[in-house]
């Protein structure tokens, strides 16, 4: 007993220090949430127990939890007391636990005349006009307040619990300003005197204020570029982890957004590891669709595979209720999970294309970028997406229609109505374009093989005209990039092409540990050597292609085996210009007999090779018809050395039977007009 007595005793001196003598202190219970201090004639820098002595803080922190009543008289002395003190022990949050008989008395030399301990008070122990201090509203104190700095002045004024609603009411504010203005109240506030104060308080109060108001706090310090390894960000965090038992929807939605804003470190990652075991036990639970989705954005790409099929069927179970905005969402936050649900997907589709107009440019790009990370391809979700724009096309910027052709050409999906509508607008108005520009327009359209008409070769007469103003400002490797692109939509601006031949600039380029590089030289030496012949092509001389082992189509070599025979094709065939091709055939200028490789061919001119390329689909544009540019060129210059080509789809050879195959082949090998005399001949040649 006399242990608890002494405790007490000590932490009571102790605040007796604090407290000027000739002011009046009245302290009422502090519950779970509220804090209630009523002060008379107090000084707000007073209140900070930053200002105590550091040995005393942690002791006083707690005291005031939920742990004492005093009523005093004129003057709250250290000694004499004559009226009596009345305590109320709340064992919640208190770590320093106070436990006592009923009624005890310490003696009065240690200078207190007689403590009587109730488990009640009655009426007469409650102070009665006094003025409690009204809790601070975020809202309204944002309306009020017009700047950081105001907010900080208003809590310097009078601080009031909870403090974490200035923080909210300063992300208000912040998040109605332009960039710059944004920029210098952040340096305004972080340079007020109150600002500090401000911190020490929040994290004083954090284990007792409620834990939603705890997150809103984090959340807009985030938001606020407070740094995430200050101590204040780190305790908040610590203490989220502590009480994320606590956690409801409304809590379990706000912090899936503030961890989805943050960068990983030691706190965060066991945060996010809480949460996921929070979410596994109640996302059943959940009923709001919009809590549902951030935290599917939230669990992250490396959270269990069972977790993810859970939210997946909680998703689907929730399709029915889903919004347009929900559907728009839903594509986002499957990505940041990297979990590619192929029926939540579709029917999240069905309702963006469903409800396409008016839909925001921010949107049409996030569900774009997320498609291409989910490597997700609808066709009816590009096309509708693609028709509302081009429809639209003049409501829209030239960078914002160009940022979407660059995702579409991502995806490899190739819309002509759209493409030619650009190509009209960058003719009629080249001057809007700036160098990076130009470099992605050449991109799209020559990885895309896009050609529209007759206005193709003004198109690429308007893109390098455009280019060559800039050639004083251009890298090396951004000139290569635009020339590659040329070369593969086979238009040769020689202004542009004679800077990259000099030596130095090609030796800059090889020098580089980039491949792509002496990739794209190569395809410039083929191009100038092929379709201009130009002679200054000798000079570029790029590395050769390092020997890599190959494998050609098993099914097709077995395929032409059982239709030709062995000694009537050759695989794995190496030509100039590093070309490779799968299968070599020579068969008769009219393609109606296969000549054996073992005949000497007395004239090339009766010969026809005939080049058999196995392709896969991403050498296609995303309806599978159309050759991307890579293929196109090689196609270009196979029949430039003579060869007939003749494209056989790896996916489609795959599904077919070995008869089916020998079929397709047998199709595709010999001409039209010999087609229904071809048994004949086969027979004849074996």
């Known amino acids: 007993m006399n242990s608890r007595a002494g405790s ?7 605040f007796s220090t604090l407290v000027p003598t000739s002011r009046t202190m009245r302290l009422y219970p502090l519950g779970f949430s509220r804090l209630k201090i009523v002060y008379s004639n107090w000084n707000p ?11 005393v803080q942690s002791s006083i922190r707690y005291l005031f939890q939920d742990a004492l009543i005093f009523k005093s008289g004129d003057n709250f002395q250290t000694k004499g007391i004559g009226t009596e003190t009345v305590l109320t022990v709340d064992r919640l949050l208190c770590p320093r636990r106070l436990s006592f008989d009923s009624k005890h008395s310490l003696d ?3 200078g207190l005349k007689k403590i009587t301990f109730h488990q009640k008070a009655s009426n007469e122990d409650v102070l009665t006009k006094e003025t409690k201090p009204t809790p601070v509203n975020y809202k309204k104190l944002s309306q009020e307040c017009s700047s950081l700095s105001d907010v900080l002045d208003t809590f310097s004024e009078g601080p009031v619990f909870p403090s974490s609603n200035y923080f909210s009411a300063m992300w208000i504010i912040a998040k109605r300003m332009s960039d710059d203005q944004k920029y210098v109240e952040k340096q305004l506030m972080f340079n007020h005197p109150a600002f500090n104060q ?4 929040v994290m004083r109060e ?3 204020m409620h834990y939603d108001h705890l997150l809103f706090s984090l959340h807009a310090m985030v938001k606020l570029g407070i740094p995430q390894n200050t101590l204040l960000v780190q305790t908040l965090l610590r203490v989220v982890q502590e009480r994320i038992n606590e956690c409801d929807e409304k809590c379990l939605s706000v912090l899936s957004t503030v961890l989805e804003a943050m960068e990983p470190c030691k706190n965060v990652d066991v945060l996010r590891a809480g949460l996921r075991i929070l979410v596994d036990q109640q996302v059943w639970k959940i009923e709001r669709v919009f809590t549902l989705q951030a935290v599917i954005r939230c669990v992250g790409k490396d959270a269990p595979i069972a977790l993810k099929r859970k939210l997946e069927m909680k998703a689907l179970r929730e399709l029915d209720r889903f919004s347009d905005l929900n559907s728009q969402h839903m594509f986002e936050a499957l990505a940041a999970m990297n979990y590619r649900s192929i029926i939540l997907l579709d029917e999240c589709s069905k309702m963006v294309i469903g409800n396409i107009h008016g839909c925001p440019f921010k949107v049409l790009i996030n569900i774009l970028q997320s498609c291409r990370d989910l490597q997700y391809h609808n066709l009816d979700l590009f096309k509708g997406i693609a028709d509302y724009v081009a429809t639209t096309i003049d409501i829209w910027k030239l960078k914002q229609v160009l940022f979407l052709l660059i995702l579409f050409e991502n995806l490899g999906f190739r819309h002509t109505d759209l493409m030619d509508l650009f190509m009209k607008k960058v003719i009629a108005d080249p001057a809007s374009l700036n160098m990076k520009s130009i470099i992605r327009i050449l991109h799209v359209y020559s990885s895309l093989n896009h050609f529209y008409k007759c206005q193709t070769s003004e198109f690429q007469e308007v893109m390098a005209t455009s280019l060559t103003g800039y050639l004083r400002h251009i890298s090396s490797e951004n000139l290569l990039n635009a020339v590659c692109s040329f070369c593969l939509m086979n238009h040769f601006p020689m202004a542009l092409i004679n800077p990259l031949l000099q030596k130095d600039i090609i030796n800059e380029l090889l020098m580089s540990a980039d491949e792509r590089n002496a990739h794209k030289l190569r395809i410039l030496a083929a191009c100038l050597k092929l379709d201009i ?3 200054n092509a000798v000079d570029l001389a790029p590395p050769p292609l390092p020997s890599t082992a190959l494998y050609p189509n098993v099914k097709v070599a077995d395929a032409l085996s059982s239709l030709l025979g062995e000694g009537y094709f050759s695989k794995n065939r190496q ?3 590093n070309y490779h091709i799968d ?10 007999q296969v000549l054996p490789f073992s005949d000497v061919v007395t004239s090339a001119a009766d010969t026809q090779r005939v080049a058999v390329l196995c392709v896969p689909r991403s050498a296609y544009c995303l309806d599978l018809a159309h050759p991307r540019g890579f293929l196109a060129m090689k196609m270009r210059h196979l029949k430039v050395m003579g060869f007939h080509v003749i494209l056989v789809r790896n996916w489609e050879v795959e599904r077919l039977e070995m008869q089916d195959v020998v079929t397709l082949l047998k199709t595709k090998l010999y001409s039209a007009e010999a087609f229904l005399t071809a048994d004949v001949n086969l027979q004849s040649t074996c």
């Open 8 to 14: 007490f005793l000590w932490n009571f001196r102790q």
């Open 108 to 110: 009065p030399d240690d």
């Open 583 to 592: 299968f070599e055939v020579r068969m008769d200028i009219n393609r109606s």
């Open 533 to 535: 012949s130009c002679h």
């Open 206 to 208: 954090s284990k007792i």
């Open 45 to 55: 820098r007073n209140l900070l127990l930053s200002d105590f002595g550091n040995g």
């Open 575 to 577: 030509l100039p210009h």
């Open 198 to 201: 401000l911190c020490e308080q």
